[in-house]
């Protein structure tokens, strides 16, 4: 393990922030060049609140992902959620803050089973997770009779659907925003802190971690449980922003995987950091962005998505023998 | 991962419509962008015209109840199944996997306790949305006795074996909804069809907005026939009123991913004019993408369902919602007794399909019922209701 030095954000590292940045900047240019009021405060807030979802997801897979293992059931973990939000809440708005409460023991819950299941029982996280997400996907079905019951409170959705307003400059600030840069913030400090540096050197050889007295099940669990917790969060934004719905996780732990990896993350553990992969969540909301007002159908975005998935890897299993 | 995506993708929005999803290989033929693009591959000139026209048509029977109602009816015989009762009636569903198979699997039980007197037994098979369970359903009915069998096909091509051989045995064979391709049902109850949706829908939008204006259109899903006959319908209404078809986009059922594309379509071209949909299931996350934007809600449609009607009402929004009425589900039950009875039924039978218009609206918007109930399920009359639907 390195310590960081004040440069390496600018150099071309594996696991740096450079490429991402330079992505990310390439796509901004061509979008204000087709639509020059994209990054005029009130379009660049919606986006950015909008985004946030996407963006928490990829922080809490970058934890998962730097440990060594996948998680495939956050998509189906948040769609869960929004579904079980709705028929408790019932459009009652005094059950936000209790619902909201079961809602984060029922994310922890999953996260705890998803880690103890990966490390204790050695089943690849790939094969856990994608037990979990068809079994999420199943339970939600069948508790809801295949239509989501009751609906969630205007006051349950005001985190992810309103923002504060009237304000000098930026006009508009989404409550997402803030909630997104709070999280963001939280997952910096547990990037610094021992368990941070103790995930990434589990990621990348957990012989030697566990050799130098790592509890290497405790520091997986873990980042199973803060993706999870994540995932919870993200729920209350979408459900927020639009409702309930079955579909309201369909496909974000594909998002999540494509951004992770586009930051910089290895898939297989040990280098990224979760700034990096926070942006590549926001460089890919960027990119679907650019293909809309491009004219591309939105039917590309998994090709898109698989294709960076793997020109990523291959990038990266190119330039590892330098480190 | 590709793949995996893809298919997940696939598997979590293949419950996101009430239409049939037919195993037809149609790719997506709309263009996005501007234009309408090429006629859908789903297209037929003759069924078109028939619709159209139906639109048009009074129908016979009683009123206040269209379920018992039929459009241009022509009546078959059906002596030959007259028997005295009580019957057991056997019922062979494509799946409840959707809210509006939902209200119209309750509306039909609720019928079905109308004529307790009359049905000793009434059997229900859920198919769960699968064709060879179906298959299997329908062949297990036959060895039950039943004096009528009413089948919802989950797909046309697949079900159509199944349900001739049904016939084969000699009992009564009702399909409704969705359609095969047998003639041998006693038979077929719909309502006029989805040329019928998507016309009316395009030509108020098209109506409502200025001349020349910017529509977006938003499909769930291509390659589903029902939907796609939606469309094509709606593109020759608005290639004809001559409107600027800024974007056709699929939207998987998905609200956040509705309110996303519209928020985006706002933001590329300043205002849209009208927002065409071949489905009301995210016509609100549409209808608040304009709201979170700062801007009017231009003229949309949306359907039946309650959450729609409720911000319409609330919102003083210029909207209409053509259905496909949840009502059909009680008119199967009906042409079953009334074919034991051995008296004559219309084949096909054509249901009418109203519309909700800004002057009805009142008598639909029921603040009371589920947002994900449909208000035109004609059950407000059966027993039970309005707990049976909550």
């Known amino acids: ?133 068809l079994i999420l996907v199943g339970a939600v079905y069948l508790w809801s009779d295949g239509a989501p019951k009751g609906g969630l409170s205007e006051e349950f959705r005001r985190l992810g659907r309103s923002a504060f307003e009237d304000l000098p400059v930026l006009g508009r600030i989404p409550y997402a925003l803030v909630v997104l840069l709070a999280a963001a913030a939280a997952a910096l400090v547990l990037t610094r802190s021992d368990f941070g540096r103790t995930l990434v050197a589990v990621g990348g050889n957990p012989r030697t971690a566990e050799l130098s007295g790592v509890r290497v099940w ?14 919870t969060l993200a729920a209350v934004l979408i459900g927020g922003y639009s409702g309930v719905s079955f579909q309201a996780g369909a496909g974000l732990e594909f998002g999540a995987i494509t951004a992770a990896v586009l930051g910089g993350v290895a898939l297989g553990g040990g280098r990224g950091s979760v700034v990096g992969a926070m942006l590549g969540a926001l460089t890919l909301e960027t990119l679907f962005t650019l293909m809309n007002f491009y004219g591309v159908s939105g039917a590309l975005r998994p090709t898109v998505q698989g294709a960076i998935i793997l020109l990523a890897v291959a990038a990266a299993s190119f330039r590892l023998p330098s480190r | 991962m590709t793949v995996l995506a893809v298919s997940a993708l696939l598997v979590l929005s293949g419950c996101a419509t009430d239409e049939p999803t037919t195993g037809a290989s149609g790719s997506p033929s709309a263009g996005t962008g501007s234009g309408t693009g090429e006629q859908s591959k789903f297209f037929v000139r003759a069924d078109y015209d028939k619709q159209l026209a139906l639109l048009d048509a009074t129908p016979t029977g009683p009123a206040g109840k269209p379920w018992e ?28 996997n959707n809210p509006w198979r939902q209200v119209g699997f309750k509306t039909m039980r ?40 009413i089948v919802s096909p989950n797909t046309t091509a697949t079900l159509t074996p199944a349900v001739e051989a049904a016939c084969r045995k000699g009992l009564p064979v009702i399909v409704f909804d969705r359609g095969v391709d047998t003639t041998c049902p006693v038979t077929f109850i719909n309502p006029i069809g989805g040329y019928g949706f998507g016309h009316v829908a395009a030509e108020f939008v098209s109506q409502k907005m200025k001349a ?37 986009e699929f939207t998987d059922g998905d609200p956040a991913r509705t309110k996303k594309i519209v928020n985006d379509y706002i933001q590329r071209y300043g205002t849209i004019d009208g927002v065409w949909m071949d489905a009301g299931a995210v016509a609100g996350a549409a209808v608040e993408a304009f709201e979170d934007a700062g801007k009017p809600v231009p003229p949309i449609n949306g359907e039946d369902q309650l959450d729609f009607l409720k911000l319409w009402k609330d919102k003083k929004l210029t909207a209409i919602a053509p259905t496909y009425p949840t009502y059909q589900w009680r008119t199967p039950i009906i042409a079953a007794l009334k074919i034991l009875d051995g008296e004559q039924v219309p084949n096909p039978w054509k249901l009418p399909q109203p519309t909700i218009t800004r002057d009805n609206l009142d008598e ?18 059966l027993p039970g209701y309005p707990r049976r639907w909550k």
């Not at chain 1, 009021?37 to 919606?46: A, E, K």
């Not at chain 1, 994310?107 to 037990?131: D, E, H, K, M, Q």
């Not at chain 2, 241009?72 to 028997?83: D, G, I, L, Y």
């Not at chain 2, 939606?230 to 009123?241: S, T």
């Open chain 1, 1 to 133: 393990m390195r310590i960081a030095r004040p440069p390496r954000l600018l150099t071309f590292r594996s696991g740096g922030l450079a490429p991402i940045l330079v992505i990310l900047a390439v796509l901004l240019i061509l979008l204000t060049a087709r639509q020059p009021d994209f990054l005029s405060p009130p379009s660049l807030m919606s986006f950015l609140g909008r985004s946030a979802p996407v963006v928490l997801l990829a922080a809490g897979q970058y934890f998962v992902i730097v440990s060594g293992e996948l998680d495939l059931s956050v998509g189906s973990l948040v769609t869960a959620q929004v579904v079980i939000a709705a028929r408790l809440i019932d459009g009652d708005p005094s059950a936000g803050r209790p619902v909201a409460v079961l809602l984060l023991a029922f994310g922890i819950a999953v996260g705890l089973v998803n880690g103890l299941v990966t490390t204790l029982l050695r089943v690849p996280s790939f094969i856990t997770t994608l037990g979990m997400f």
């Open chain 1, 218 to 231: 405790r520091a997986k669990t873990m980042a199973f449980v803060l993706s999870s917790v994540a995932a």
């Open chain 2, 69 to 96: 109602q039929a459009l241009n009816p022509e009546m078959v015989e059906t002596a030959k199944f007259k028997k005295p009762g009580p019957y057991k009636i056997c019922f062979s569903n494509a799946g409840l």
């Open chain 2, 110 to 149: 609720a019928e079905v306790d109308t004529h307790r007197g009359r049905i000793s037994e009434f059997v229900h098979v859920d198919a769960e949305g699968k064709d060879q369970k179906q298959i299997a359903d329908i062949n297990d009915l036959l060895g039950k006795g039943c004096h009528a069998l």
């Open chain 2, 212 to 248: 020349g204006g910017k529509v977006l259109a938003l499909r769930i899903l291509p390659g589903v026939d029902a939907l796609e006959t939606r469309w094509a319908a709606a593109k020759i209404a608005f290639d004809k009123a001559g409107v600027d078809i800024v974007g056709v």
């Open chain 2, 364 to 381: 639909y918007v029921d603040p009371t019922m589920p947002p994900l109930h449909y208000a035109m399920c004609g059950c407000t009359d």
